[in-house]
């Protein structure tokens, strides 16, 4: 038996995989499956205009994953019946004054620089294809190819295909820790129960490194980054706007965003906190979001505030997943995606499931292994 501990986007993907090729697997999953960072997620796929300096060797990862998601929601269509709401407007980066001017072009230098194909807007531009946004936008740039998805959907999707496809799922059962003999998985515990099984694939986002039994070599680091969000609801057959769209941020919100989805929600974030696995709100970030968010488009003024919340990323030290073997037989990681869960959760099923099945440790994944942080170490002494 195969044991998945973590039911988000990426363990019920691998599920998914897995359970169509065959194999026995079950899912656990603290809470509800598909509650956690995925459902607090805002489904951007935008490893375009989201690329940063020092994570040039995520981004072929990112790219890849991207393009294989218009086939991934056709799939989960023909499956499960559910539209995962996949939309291809593309993603704007507004600016406000001179300041912001000036780091959207640097960024787009950037962009550009790795063969990206992003372009440059004027203020006119960005609001002749965005009439609503803010008469203060000066500037822009623009992706054609970042898309986005609805994240709630995808994983209400995902759950239905992967018990369709013969998948077990445990929920509301929390693992505190794996057992080992010989170096190698034998089972995985319950505050009440001991489970044999042959190989434990561990997609517990932010919870990942805090079980129990797993040796110091196989622990993958991965710490919460707490992310604050609301959504304001629009007119489905008039929103405001139709595009991602991202604006300047502060310390708390190092950048606004607002991603529309096609039943008039509009999702905003998101808060960069390092508060432990804190998630609470608080006055000042809903505040922050609020304020940053009515900058760049005004009319949310009058939209009713439908929700707010507050999810967990998990992050590596290098703010990029762990995927493939640890270096305890049977335990194999997908673990720490931080922004990029959504974004990167089809190459991730296709290649845990590929490793799982086949023993291939695909090239896409070969820099995303755990001992790539030993390897660092090494280099640093």
């Known amino acids: 038996m195969i044991a998945i501990i ?34 607090a997620a805002a489904g951007m796929l935008a490893p375009q205009v989201e690329a940063e300096h ?9 790219l890849k994953s991207r393009a294989m998601w218009k086939g ?12 995962v709401d996949y939309r291809e407007e593309g993603t704007m980066v507004v600016g406000l004054d001179r300041d912001d001017a000036e780091y959207l072009e640097n960024r787009l230098s950037y962009f550009q620089s790795l063969g990206l194909d992003v ?7 960005a609001r002749k294809r965005e009439p609503h946004l803010a008469r203060a936008v000066g500037s822009a740039i623009y992706s054609t190819l970042d898309h986005q998805v609805d994240n709630r959907l995808v994983a209400e999707a995902l759950k239905t295909a992967f ?29 009440e129960d001991t489970i044999l099984t042959d190989m434990v694939i561990l997609a517990a986002g932010a919870w990942s490194r805090n079980l129990a039994g797993i040796p110091d070599s196989s622990r993958p680091l991965v710490r919460p980054l707490k992310g604050q969000m609301i ?36 999702v905003i974030g998101a808060t960069v906190e390092e508060m432990g696995f804190d998630t609470e709100l608080t006055a000042g970030g809903i505040m922050e979001l609020l304020r940053l968010a009515w900058d760049v488009l005004p009319g949310i003024y009058d939209l009713p505030l439908v929700e707010s919340w507050a999810g967990l990323r998990p992050a590596s030290r290098d703010d990029a997943p762990i995927l493939g073997p640890s270096k305890t037989k049977g335990l194999v990681l997908a673990t720490g995606h931080h922004r990029n869960g959504i974004l990167l959760a ?8 590929n490793y799982v099945r086949r023993g291939e440790v695909g090239e896409s994944i070969k820099p995303f292994l755990l001992d790539r942080f030993e390897k660092a170490a090494t280099s640093d002494v």
Request: proline residues 5%; glycine residues 18%.
């Open 6 to 39: 973590g039911g988000g986007i990426c363990g019920l993907g691998i599920g998914w995989r897995l359970a169509q090729a065959g194999e026995n697997v079950t899912v656990y999953d603290r809470g509800a499956a598909g509650m956690g960072a995925t459902w």
């Open 54 to 62: 020092g994570e040039e060797f995520l981004l072929p990862l990112a």
């Open 72 to 83: 991934f929601a056709a799939e989960l269509l023909s499956t499960t019946g559910i539209d």
């Open 119 to 125: 372009h440059w807007l004027t203020g006119y531009q």
């Open 163 to 191: 018990l369709g496809a013969g998948g077990i799922l445990k929920e509301n059962i929390e693992i505190i820790g794996v057992v080992t003999a010989g170096g190698k998985v034998s089972a995985i515990e319950t505050a």
């Open 231 to 266: 959504a304001v609801q629009m007119e489905p057959e008039n929103p405001l706007i139709e595009s991602v769209i991202w604006g300047p941020g502060n310390g708390i919100v190092p950048s606004i965003y607002l991603a529309p989805k096609s039943n008039g929600r509009l």
């Open 346 to 353: 089809p190459l991730t099923a296709k290649a845990v499931c």
